[in-house]
């Protein structure tokens, strides 16, 4: 398991509460957002640290997310 510095975990937080917006409300249940949680933590592990990457390697998971839990 990866050590994540504090930084890095606030913006991971961060990333997961914004792209949260992103979910359309009647999508918007904790198994999406485990999911979307897991991607932003996968892409740390594998250097994509910027806040900026989070919001991207997240959002592109949106969609994805909705059609397995919905």
Known sequence: ???????LIQDMRNALEDVMTRVPMEYSTMAVKVYLAECILKAAAQGHTSYNELIVV???????????FS
């Open 58 to 68: 997240a959002g592109d998971q949106i969609q994805v997310a909705i059609s397995l």
């Open 1 to 7: 398991m990866p050590q994540f510095a504090p930084q």
